[in-house]
């Protein structure tokens, strides 16, 4: 006598959306701290931007922190990778750094599309970012000065999900 079992595993918008929430632990957190993103709808937009990317596969990285202007070099980076069917773990949000060198800078956000997104028809790609929350516009990712990153967080469900690092530059 043979058992087999065989499991498969979807991810939904649902999944997404509860990986989106544990980003949105990590705004209000930022928020606490820093008082950005503004408000709590901004980072409602926030979540429900990179629960739509995930679901469908169209996200690569998103960026939330603080730059400097004349520079273009990040403070404070929260950076979110997506990550798909691979093992991830499901971790707590929270533990940001309390003392970033970000007094008076803008809140910034950046976000990278995915292959799959980017090999899209061009009608396709302005039809979804259109129906997304977040209306965004084009420009240069803030760079990385001299600095710290911490690796290795990772929010997940069902094998999708992001790993997180965050990018702590020195005072000058």
């Known amino acids: 006598m043979t058992l087999s079992i065989t499991r498969s595993a979807s991810f939904t918008l649902t999944d997404a959306r509860y990986v989106g929430a ?99 028809p061009q009608a396709k790609r302005t039809a979804f970012k259109k129906a997304l929350p977040v209306d965004r516009t084009t420009g240069t990712e803030p760079a990385t000065g001299t600095g710290a990153t911490t690796p290795g967080h990772s929010y997940g469900q069902n094998g999708t999900g992001v790993t997180r690092d965050v990018f702590v530059a020195l005072d000058d």
């Open 22 to 120: 544990k980003i949105g632990a990590d705004l209000r957190q930022l928020r606490a701290l820093y008082g950005e993103p503004e408000s709590a709808t901004e980072i409602t937009d926030y979540v429900e931007e990179v629960a739509q990317l995930l679901n469908h596969g169209y996200l690569d990285s998103v960026s939330y922190g603080f730059r400097d202007p004349d520079t273009n070099l990040w403070k404070l980076r929260l950076r979110y990778r997506a990550t798909l069917g691979g093992h991830l773990l499901d971790e707590g949000p929270g533990r940001l750094p309390r003392t970033a060198p970000v007094t008076g800078l803008p809140f910034c956000s950046f976000l990278n599309y995915s292959t799959k997104f980017n090999s899209l």
